[in-house]
C-alpha cells in the first residue's frame, strides 16, 4: 500500500511576473504589440487576436483559447465616456447588459493567460496525485520519495505557445492545506 505524505503546494510564477514586470512595460507594448517590446522586458508572445462572429466578440489568447463577450455593443457610459457593453450574469443572477472598459479586458486577458499556464503545469504532472487548485496554486498528495524542487521545476516548463516566457514555481510540505 502506497504511504501518504502531507499535501504539497506548489505555485505557478506567472503572478510574480506579471506584478513585477508587467507594470514597468509601456502601456503601447502591453498586451496588444508584444513584438514592440525591448529585449528583457516582455518575451514576445503570439499577438492576440480580436473577432466578431454570430454576435460574439472573441479575444483570442496566446495559447489559442478564446475568451468570448455575448452581444457587444460600443457606447457611452454613465460618465460620458466610450466603451463596450455585453449581455452577461449580473449581480442579481440575471442576464443584463453589462459595462467594460479597457483596464477590465486587460485584467480578463492577463487572468485567461494565467490559467492557461496553470492547465499546462498541471499536465505537466498529469502523473501525480493533483488534490485540488486555488487561483494559482496546486495541492499535490505525493509520495516520500517525490521532491518539491523536482515537482517546481516541472511546473516551471514554459509551454510551446509561450516561448522565451520565464516562469518560476515554489512550493513547500505540509501536513494540511494552509496558505504561505
Known amino acids: 500500500m502506497r504511504q501518504r505524505r502531507p499535501g504539497?503546494?506548489?505555485?505557478?510564477?506567472l503572478f510574480r511576473f506579471t506584478e513585477t514586470r508587467g507594470r514597468s512595460l509601456p502601456e503601447e507594448t502591453f498586451p496588444f504589440d508584444p513584438q514592440g517590446s525591448t529585449p528583457g522586458e516582455l518575451p514576445?508572445?503570439?499577438?492576440?487576436?480580436?473577432?466578431?462572429?454570430?454576435?460574439?466578440?472573441f479575444i483570442t489568447l496566446p495559447s489559442g483559447r478564446s475568451?468570448?463577450?455575448v452581444k457587444?455593443?460600443?457606447?457611452?457610459?454613465?460618465?460620458?465616456?466610450?466603451?463596450v457593453t455585453y449581455l452577461g450574469v449580473g449581480t442579481g443572477r440575471k442576464w443584463e447588459r453589462i459595462e467594460s472598459y479597457g483596464p477590465k479586458f486587460v485584467e480578463n486577458i492577463v487572468q485567461g493567460i494565467s490559467?492557461?499556464?496553470l492547465c499546462s503545469a498541471m499536465r505537466n504532472l498529469r502523473d501525480c496525485d493533483i488534490v485540488a487548485h486555488?487561483?494559482?496554486?496546486?495541492?499535490?498528495d505525493a509520495p516520500p520519495e517525490m521532491r518539491v524542487e523536482d515537482i517546481s521545476a516541472r511546473m516551471s516548463k514554459t509551454p510551446a505557445w509561450a516561448e522565451g516566457l520565464l516562469l518560476r514555481a515554489d512550493g513547500y510540505e505540509c501536513e494540511?492545506?494552509?496558505?504561505?
Open 8 to 13: 504539497v503546494k506548489l505555485r505557478d510564477g
Open 44 to 57: 514576445a508572445l503570439p499577438a492576440l487576436s480580436f473577432s466578431c462572429r454570430s454576435g460574439m466578440l
Open 67 to 69: 475568451l468570448s463577450y
Open 72 to 83: 457587444p455593443r460600443l457606447g457611452e457610459n454613465r460618465f460620458g465616456g466610450e466603451s
Open 115 to 117: 490559467r492557461d499556464l
Open 134 to 140: 486555488v487561483h494559482d496554486e496546486l495541492i499535490i
Open 176 to 180: 494540511f492545506y494552509q496558505k504561505s
